[in-house]
């Protein structure tokens, strides 16, 4: 027989055992929200310094690319000025060589400015999504063969053997042959800025049956391991007492990396340093319906674009 008092007492155990559950779960709940807290903390903490290194990155693009726009500014402001002497002191005629000289350079100046500016507005594009890519089927190898055609005189003229080579005469995929041209050209471009005179550049193009792989190789200064994936980042370029204190804004392989990836593609870099670097671009091999093979030699103002493309490496 159980007594009031025993009643009592297994009442006061039950309520005492359901508050104990009760601040159990509340305890539980603080913990909850104070993970939470600490997890929201924490991706704060990430992104604010992922945001510091974002506005570090442009900034020095900002300075990067005030100087890459004053550079060419002054030349052509400095040429100008020199032209109004001539005029003005009635010396036109005589000065003729030398004005001639001075014509190239500024050509050369306006190229690089509206390279700069063209690197700008795609790298804008693509950061906004207004980017477009006009794909048709083209042979690959014609388009990639006829790029290197087109340099081989400018490569001549710096001294630098340029080879290109293949395993296979005709592969057609879908591309945009402008993009790709853009593409190649920036590499070569690369490729001959950090070569020296006497120096090798290959051009690859193979068939890998579900890719074609294209690559361009020298054996100029090389990357150090530690930025061969970072130099695809936009703005970035490697410390530049590593790298010979070169022209650019380091706007170009972004570029490039965004233009493969919009074919479906990828793009890595093998380098050693002291003995060269390897860029190699893998572009899926596949054909889009109702095809229309636009041959590499219908690409519009080639011409043009490579002195455009190549504007930022001097002639000596
Ligand atoms: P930039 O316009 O400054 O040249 P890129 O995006 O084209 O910018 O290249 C980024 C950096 O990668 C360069 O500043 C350079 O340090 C390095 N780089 C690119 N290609 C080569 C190469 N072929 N050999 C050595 N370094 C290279």
Redesign the pocket.
Known sequence: MVCAYDNRMIEEIVSARNIIREQNNEIERLKEFIGKQDNKIATEIKSNIIMKKALKCQEEFIV?ISHELKTPLNVLSATVQLFSMYYDSGSLDKMKGSIVKYIKSMKQNCYRLSKLIN?IVDSSKIETGFFELHLSNNNIVEVVEDIVTSVTDFTDSKGLNIIFDTDTEEKIIACDPEKIERVVL??I???I???DKGDEIFIDVKDKNEFIEMS?E?N????EEK?LDT??DRF???D?S???N???????????KSIVELHGGCIY?E?EVGN??K?IVNIPSRNIPHEKVIHSNKISSKNGNIKVELS?IHLS
């Open positions: 990067n690197n920036n590499l471009s690369n490729a800025k950090f070569s361009v020298d100029g200064i090389g990357i930025n130099i695809f970035k370029q490697v530049k590593l790298s010979r070169t022209e650019g804004t380091g706007i170009g392989l972004s570029l490039v870099a380098s060269g670097s860029f930022d």
